[in-house]
């Protein structure tokens, strides 16, 4: 049983930074590659961010290049976005992903305010 858990979410004004977390159990993050993605109010989830199990090579949206990083902890089986000069059009639920699977988490709240 695949199991993805997200945390980190909160609110928070304009300019500032939270670190999500994802802990996965029934699998191993480090054989996959897995991404982040969000879901604004009316509006259809999107793609964020992915990092690649061989490579380790991580790839953004454009409208998150340069302030959220992707990373994972193969050891404690985690995924992780570092989400700096966070912005109001940042909030959404956040969910990360098994790349290639129907796996997803529950999601967790990013409220960014003005």
């Known amino acids: 049983q695949v199991q993805l858990v997200e945390s980190g979410g909160g609110l928070v004004q304009a300019g500032d930074s939270l670190r999500l977390s994802c802990a996965a159990s029934g699998r191993s993050l480090s054989t996959y590659a897995v991404g982040w993605f969000r879901q604004a109010p009316g509006k259809t989830r999107e793609w964020v961010a992915s990092?690649?199990?061989?490579?380790?090579?991580?790839n953004y949206a454009d409208s998150v290049k340069g302030r959220f990083t992707i990373s994972r902890d193969g050891a404690k089986n985690m995924l992780y976005l570092q989400m700096n000069s966070l912005k109001p059009e940042d909030t959404a639920v956040y969910y990360c992903?098994?790349?290639?699977?129907?796996?997803w988490g529950q999601g967790t709240q990013v409220t960014v305010s003005s």
């Open positions: 990092i690649y199990n061989i490579t380790g090579t991580t």
């Open positions: 992903k098994i790349l290639g699977t129907p796996h």
